[in-house]
């Protein structure tokens, strides 16, 4: 796909998919991604009834079921245009709606203005909304870095993965990264219910997530304080339960001076997070530093895709 469509012309879709979502950021109805987690429920409850399979193997099923229809569909139907200003707005359409960047700002901004004006309830019930901790009890420091958590990570999932996906493997491997990080999100949980059936999810979603989560630390650490954020990254990351979640957030907190981690409530369970990051406990205010941050490395890396570009030129 790469060979085919050449670098410049993914490079501009991935440019142009990233500006529209600065000034549109994601739809408010009818977005892709609520109808292919509806379709991947009804998926996932059709592979359960098949009781000659375990857990594991109706898991593998549905991934399949979920996510390759998608990227066979876009494939044919970007290559079916004979305009190439028809197949650049198609691709960049869906390039867009793979990425999340603004929708994350967002959702940050709408947890930071009630925690910074006191308003303990409203910032709990916004932080509720991008994370699967309780915060029914957080108090103002939890949800503080929580939210600064679930940017520093969101970075990779909803931006970065995309920007490298998508020059693998042109759009479809935008689509593939997209769906398989949503399956993680609904699936990837080490529950009773989801610890084997989700075990191909989380898996495939750690793989693809490799590389785009240290292209992601790499920026945070040049971006910030490149001395702690390698510290962290070599002292803390293994501590983490996720190998790429890890990575992302103790590289940010270090590049950002701050500390992450502490108790937090996962389905009724408490647990305590590894220390990730140095300096203080992070504060309100950190939040709109982490969005800097992220606005800051989606740059940096459309830059330097294009500095590549015109490179080898």
């Not at 191909?200 to 292209?215: C, F, N, Q």
Request: hydrophobic share 50%.
């Amino acid at each position: 796909m790469l060979l085919e469509q050449g670098i410049i012309y993914l490079a501009s879709v991935l440019s142009m998919a990233i500006l529209l979502d600065k000034w549109f950021g994601e739809p408010n109805r009818l977005h892709p991604l609520v109808g292919f987690g509806r379709y991947a429920s009804w998926i996932a409850v059709q592979c359960r009834r098949v009781k000659s399979a375990n857990a594991g193997v109706q898991g593998v099923i549905s991934w399949l079921f979920s996510v390759i229809p998608f990227i066979v569909v876009t494939y044919f139907i970007s290559a079916s245009f004979d305009s190439n200003l028809v197949r650049f707005i198609f691709d960049t359409a869906v390039v867009y709606l793979c990425v999340g960047g603004k929708s994350l700002v967002q959702h940050a901004m709408a947890i930071f203005i009630p925690l910074d004006q006191g308003k303990l309830a409203e910032a709990r019930q916004a932080v509720q909304m991008i994370v699967s901790r309780d915060a029914s009890q957080m108090d103002e420091q939890q949800i503080s870095i929580a939210t600064v958590e679930s940017v520093l990570e969101n970075v990779n999932d909803a931006i970065i993965g995309v920007l490298f996906w998508t020059l693998i493997f042109g759009v479809p491997g935008a689509v593939l990264f997209r769906l398989a990080n949503t399956l993680d999100a609904m699936w990837g949980y080490k529950t009773e219910k989801y610890i084997r059936f989700g075990f191909t999810a989380a898996k495939i979603d750690d793989l693809l997530g490799y590389v785009p989560a240290r292209m992601t630390a790499f920026a945070y650490a040049i971006l910030g304080d490149i001395q702690q954020a390698l510290r962290c990254v070599h002292r803390q990351a293994s501590l983490c339960s996720s190998p790429n979640g890890g990575v992302v957030m103790c590289a940010g907190a270090g590049s950002l001076n701050i500390q992450l981690g502490g108790r937090v409530c996962y389905h009724a369970v408490w647990q305590q997070k590894p220390p990730m990051g140095i300096g203080p406990i992070a504060q309100a205010k950190d939040i709109a530093r982490a969005c800097r941050l992220l606005s800051s490395t989606t740059l940096l890396w459309l830059v330097m895709i294009w500095f590549f570009v015109l490179l080898g030129m």
